[in-house]
T-cell receptor
Framework: DAGVIQSPRHEVTEMGQEVTLRCKPI?????LFWYRQTMMRGLELLIY????????DSGMPEDRFSAKMPNASFSTLKIQPSEPRDSAVYFC????????????FGQGTRLTVV | GENVEQHPSTLSVQEGDSAVIKCTYS??????FPWYKQELGKRPQLIID?????GEKKDQRIAVTLNKTAKHFSLHITETQPEDSAVYFC???????????FGAGTRLAVHP
């Protein structure tokens, strides 16, 4: 398996534009997580899915953020409209089993909103 | 929810010295305690983890110790090398076991 795959690796967009980040988890994993990393706030959990169902979105900062997982091999995180304070590295991670196990991270998407 | 505190935020050591990073948590039901390493510009990767039924686990130069009574666990790196320079994160599951909450991170610098 190629691991967790995220696209794009880098995204530069203008304030007000819609941004869509994409993630392909490791095949067979039943949990998928979206994290945001900034210098000020560290690694924040935004939302996670179990078997494609959103379980906890309490970390999603605002209604401008939304996430979907239409099937077991694909998830998106959308920001609409984007703002400069959304600039961060967004990581997708996946894991298997529900009793505590390794989370495998993608390479991240570095988002810059100007 | 789970509260995770990690100390120190930065750590500078000479090559060959030992480094210790400590993490405290609040949820006594937590039973899985991983440590992740993130090199500059890279993704976080698991380096070692421990479950609550053991007090210590070693893997070559790294070890993790757990004190469930005091609700803290520590990462120990012995004989540090320059390639150990990175940011290290502890994590603790909150609510559902797979909802990992990360500490703020420790930036370790190993000087030759």
């Amino acid at each position: 398996d190629a691991g967790v795959i995220q696209s794009p690796r880098h995204e530069v967009t203008e304030m007000g534009q819609e941004v869509t980040l994409r993630c392909k988890p490791i095949s067979g994993h039943d949990y998928l997580f979206w994290y945001r990393q900034t210098m000020m706030r560290g690694l924040e959990l935004l939302i996670y899915f179990n078997n494609n169902v959103p379980i906890d979105d309490s970390g999603m900062p605002e209604d401008r953020f939304s996430a979907k997982m239409p099937n077991a091999s694909f998830s998106t995180l959308k920001i609409q409209p984007s703002e400069p304070r959304d600039s961060a590295v967004y990581f997708c991670a996946s894991s298997f089993l529900s009793s505590g196990s390794e989370a495998f991270f993608g390479q991240g998407t570095r988002l810059t909103v100007v | 929810g789970e509260n995770v505190e990690q100390h120190p935020s930065t750590l500078s050591v000479q090559e060959g010295d030992s480094a210790v990073i400590k993490c405290t948590y609040s949820d006594s039901a937590s039973n899985y305690f991983p440590w992740y390493k993130q090199e500059l510009g890279k993704r976080p990767q698991l380096i070692i983890d421990i479950r609550s039924n053991v007090g210590e686990k070693k893997d070559q130069r790294i070890a993790v110790t757990l004190n469930k009574t005091a609700k803290h666990f520590s990462l120990h790196i012995t004989e540090t090398q320059p390639e150990d320079s990175a940011v290290y994160f502890c994590a603790v599951p909150s609510g559902g076991y797979n909802k990992l909450i990360f500490g703020a991170g420790t930036r370790l610098a190993v000087h030759p």
